[in-house]
Nanobody
């Protein structure tokens, strides 16, 4: 069974950047991969997704122009480059793998444990 492992989270100031990484443990990325986030007291929300060959991407309106999702299938990695970070981006970020790129979390069968991103003023 594929397990996903996120890394790259941390604490930055407003306007800073972070790059999150997601890698499968015990398998390969044969599917679409998405990033979701959940802030304390809020529901999980979609951030970005990319299909298996990287040809299709979708972003939440709140991150368009600031975040970029990409993948390197040779390295079996998916990335989320986050620029111009804002305090409202503070959340636990999860990567997830599913059969197709979707904004709905229910379409993803495999999830990681999450990596914390904290943006301070």
């Amino acid at each position: 069974q594929v397990q996903l492992v996120e890394s790259g989270g941390g604490s930055v100031q407003t306007g800073g950047s972070l790059r999150l990484s997601c890698a499968p443990s015990g398998g390969t990325f044969d599917y679409a991969t998405g990033w979701f986030r959940q802030a304390p007291g809020k529901e999980r929300e979609f951030v970005a997704t990319i299909d298996w060959n990287g040809g299709t991407t979708y972003y939440a309106d709140s991150v368009k122009g600031r975040f970029t999702i990409s993948r390197d299938n040779m390295k079996n990695m998916v990335y989320l480059q986050m620029n111009s970070l804002k305090p409202e981006d503070t959340a636990l970020y999860y990567c997830a793998s599913g059969r197709r790129a979707s904004t709905w979390g229910s379409n993803y069968g495999y999830w990681g444990q999450g990596t914390q991103v904290t943006v301070s003023t």
